[in-house]
């Protein structure tokens, strides 16, 4: 059974850090392509980041900011995020798929880590 288990997230000021992270059972994290999507409230669901084997990519609104990293022998994946702003707030989900044409397309994933609040202050 596949499980995508999330920790990290929480409360934080604006311009500060927080990093997410997301351990994969079932699964082994690097031979699946590993995203990050978040949603507010009365938003869609979306793309944040995308770890591939070989590459990373970002949406723009986070791109310079967030940086997404795997440590293969933790199967574990995580989206260290700095320079946090009041717009970063929504429950952030880590996700896996096997194979697509779209890594920013939710619809494309298999499996769902569980989700975790992040709050930004300003």
């Known amino acids: 059974q596949v499980q995508l288990a999330q920790s990290g997230g929480g409360l934080v000021q604006a311009g500060g850090s927080l990093r997410l992270s997301c351990t994969a059972s079932?699964?082994?994290?690097?031979?699946?392509?590993m995203g990050w999507f978040r949603q507010a409230p009365g938003d869609e669901r979306e793309f944040v980041s995308f770890?591939?084997?070989?590459?990373?990519y970002y949406a723009d609104s986070v791109k310079g900011r967030f940086t997404i990293f795997r440590d293969s022998g933790k199967n574990t994946v995580y989206l260290q995020m700095n320079s946090l702003k009041p717009e970063d707030t929504a429950v952030y989900y880590c996700?896996?798929?096997?194979?697509?044409?779209?890594?920013?397309?939710?619809?494309?994933?298999?499996?769902w880590g569980q989700g975790t609040q992040v709050t930004v202050s300003s």
């Open positions: 996700a896996a798929r096997w194979r697509g044409a779209d890594f920013t397309n939710r619809h494309e994933y298999d499996h």
């Open positions: 770890i591939s084997s070989t590459n990373t």
């Open positions: 079932g699964l082994t994290s690097r031979t699946y392509g």
